[in-house]
């Protein structure tokens, strides 16, 4: 879709004084300037973030009753379990938890549930079967902070449960013997936007603490660091903003995945193609996915196992499976994706329409979610995908545009749905086939009371307009100093305009590399999926500027988000 370009304004002396107080150049103190960084150590603080800077996990609300109650647990040799969620955050979680616990002392294995067969979250049967095994605490992680029957039922078998989540509590908490939430009201954590894994780390460090005042180590004292690589891939996966302590967890776990990788993820790196430094690009888009594929399709307990595992042999197989398992979510992710652009190409009132419902029997319930993301891209309107499971019911998953709260939109539609849940720019819902039509057009009916007269347009923000010149290795190098980028730290833009196309060719799956040339200087640019964007004469460029190894010799690249003829 076209989009709106908006080039950022910045106080000129602010990016001065920023720079000369920081050492760092008027371009970076420009783009951080932009990103509400107004004060010299915040900003070190920014570009050089130490695991110094961690809050005290004893700030959350309910971590003294949960590590109180694991210590009681170390020292009667009670069995107990660790209730994981089936995406990157909750495998991380459940893996770091578990085999931390075990260098500590505690008896811990875990459960995952089945996306198909059991959905999100607590799951009574589950937790009943738990019970049987022996096993008396359950520590859930990434979820359960809306489980309020199931803690109840919880407390009904004499199964006592802590509870670490970071999704937004409903009406009431649940009735555990702890809720670990920084998103809880009363909680007085100042940091709210931890992922899951961070939660959960925030536990390992508040209980390793106390048992450390205890004396209950002797040379056999866990160092936690090593378990940073977890917290950095689900933190990352789960695309919450990598700002503050998210930053800090980050930048220390992907070190640890470059000096001191663990079996299964080195295992899963050579299977992505994932060479040299890591950086949270190669996380988000060839590392997570292949964790993500095994519980969107299936089971998730292969990436949890290739988590866990120091044997390299059954590391290589469980990657493989995994790597396996991603190359057949593509491949259905693109039908389904093929499926909807046909539905909503061949409708007659496409065009009229502010949202988009659509729903099959052929698709498959774990993959709706990320095409939902894609039509969004490619529509700009708040999507939601449904499949129909049964003949009576459907999962479905949405996602939605800047401005409108999906969960909000679901709120207004609640009477049409089974269940729902979620936040402003993603949610999953269940709900009965019949009331499909009902429901698709009552959600037509609120996006448009959101929208007004408005037509939905994609926005693009500019950091900063830069000149040919401007384009060199050492502010590449320098911008590489301001990752991980992610949500709440985006990869800097830069407009660069009047350039001119001097060859272009396309390769891989739709992607298009151009040879630009502006001022005498000559650029290599990609735009990943842009091999059928018509190009202009002289072009104008919404562009990252990239580094890359080529014969042994670092090269600048430059990365295109958008183009267009020049103005």
């Known amino acids: ?41 915040a900003v070190n603080s920014f570009l050089s973030p130490s695991l110094s800077g961690m809050l005290d996990p004893f700030l959350m609300a309910d971590m003294e009753p949960a590590v109180e109650r694991l210590i009681t647990a170390r020292k009667n040799a009670e069995n107990l379990s660790v209730y994981g969620d089936y995406d990157v955050d909750g495998i991380s979680s459940t893996a770091m938890l578990v085999s931390a616990l075990k260098a500590m002392g505690f008896r811990a294995q875990y ?11 607590l799951n009574r049967e589950a ?23 199931e803690a109840l039922f919880c407390r009904d078998i004499g199964l006592d449960l802590i509870i670490t989540d970071h999704h937004l509590p409903q009406d009431g908490l649940p009735e555990a013997l702890a809720v670990i939430n920084p998103r809880r009201s009363d909680c007085r954590y100042p940091f ?35 378990w940073l690589d977890l917290v950095a891939l689900g933190t990352i996966a789960d695309l919450v903003p990598l700002v503050e302590q998210n930053r800090l967890l980050v930048v220390a776990g992907l070190q640890r995945m470059d000096d001191s990788c663990r079996t299964g993820l080195a295992a899963l790196k050579k299977v992505a193609g994932v060479k040299g430094k890591v950086g949270s690009g190669q996380v988000a888009f060839q590392l997570a996915p292949r964790l993500n594929a095994a519980g969107r399709l299936e089971s998730a307990v292969p990436g949890v196992e290739l988590l866990l595992t120091d044997d390299p042999v059954y ?22 994706f093929k499926d909807a652009v046909s539905m909503i190409e061949g409708g007659d009132s496409a065009d009229k329409r502010q949202s988009i419902v659509l729903s099959s029997p052929e ?13 969004v891209e490619r529509y700009y309107r708040p999507a939601i995908l449904v499949a129909l499971i049964d003949d009576s019911t459907g999962k479905g998953s949405g996602r939605s545009i800047n401005g409108i709260h999906l969960l909000e939109l679901l709120d207004e539609c609640s009477e049409y749905l089974e269940r729902y849940g979620g936040h402003s720019a993603a949610a999953g819902l269940t709900i009965k086939s019949e009331a499909l039509p009902a429901f698709s057009e009552a959600f037509e009916h609120a996006v448009k009371l959101k929208l007004g007269d408005k037509e939905p347009i994609p926005q693009l923000l500019i950091d900063a307009e830069l000149q040919p010149k401007d384009l060199t290795l050492n502010l590449a190098n320098e911008i590489q100093g301001m990752e991980p980028f992610g ?45 059928e964007v018509g190009l202009s004469p002289v072009m104008d460029l919404a562009c990252a500027i990239k580094t890359e190894t080529w014969n042994g010799s670092e090269q600048l690249r430059l990365e295109i988000k958008d183009l267009r003829a020049a103005v």
Not at 20 to 40: K, Q
Not at 363 to 375: D, E, M
Request: charged share 25%; aromatic share 6%.
């Open 1 to 41: 879709m076209q989009k709106q370009w908006i080039l950022k304004q910045v106080d000129p002396s602010l990016a001065d004084t920023l720079s000369s107080s920081c050492g760092i150049s008027t371009v970076v103190a420009t783009i951080i300037s932009s990103r509400n960084f107004t004060d010299p150590a």
């Open 111 to 121: 459960h995952i549930p089945n996306r198909m067969e059991d959905g999100y979250g």
């Open 127 to 149: 937790l009943g079967f738990i019970k049987e095994s022996g096993v008396n605490l359950v520590i859930s992680v990434d979820c359960g902070v809306t489980a309020i029957e």
């Open 192 to 226: 709210k936007s931890l992922a899951g894994v961070g939660v959960a780390f925030n536990l390992l460090v508040a209980l390793r603490n106390r048992l450390r005042e205890q004396g209950a180590f002797n040379d056999d004292e866990p160092d936690l660091r090593q």
């Open 315 to 336: 590391a290589a197989l469980l990657a493989d499976e995994l790597d396996a398992a991603n190359a057949e979510r593509r491949q259905v992710e693109r039908q389904i």
């Open 363 to 375: 698709w498959h319930q774990g993959v709706v979610g990320i095409v939902a993301s894609r039509l």
């Open 487 to 531: 949500m709440g730290n985006q990869t800097p833009l830069f407009l660069i305009k009047g350039m001119k196309a001097v060859e272009r060719r396309c390769f891989g799956e739709g992607n298009l590399l151009l040879r630009l040339e502006r001022d005498g200087l000559k650029f290599k640019a990609i735009g990943w999926g842009m091999a």
